[in-house]
């Protein structure tokens, strides 16, 4: 089992920027993947960007350029940083571990960029 708990979502204007955080009840070291989905009202869950294991990173190409995925392997951690921020951007953003065949999420933040 893997807990894990985000943080950061919040309101901002189109053109901002945010960084969401993910803190995992145990050690990501191992793991096959980490990353972020999201899900905007009225439409299904889509990934965002996520780290493989080995460290190859993959990012939606609406976000290409724009999001940054990172982890803090001391801390459990893992960041998105998600700059020139869109109103499309605006979903709740649930942060994943995919772990030997079992995958877990988070709880979710709302992200809410405005016009």
């Known amino acids: 089992q893997v807990q894990l708990v985000e943080s950061g979502g919040d309101l901002v204007q189109t053109g901002g920027s945010l960084r969401l955080s993910c803190a995992a009840s145990r050690s990501i070291l191992s793991i096959n993947a980490i990353g972020w989905h999201r899900q905007a009202p009225g439409k299904q869950r889509e990934l965002v960007a996520n780290?493989?294991?080995?460290?190859?990173?993959n990012y939606a190409d609406s976000v290409k350029g724009r999001f940054t995925i990172s982890t803090d392997n001391a801390k459990n951690t893992v960041h998105l940083q998600m700059n020139s921020l869109k109103p499309e951007d605006t979903a709740v953003y649930y942060c994943f571990v995919g772990h030997r065949g079992s995958v877990y999420w988070g709880q979710g933040t709302k992200v809410t960029v405005s016009s």
């Open positions: 780290i493989i294991y080995g460290g190859r990173t």
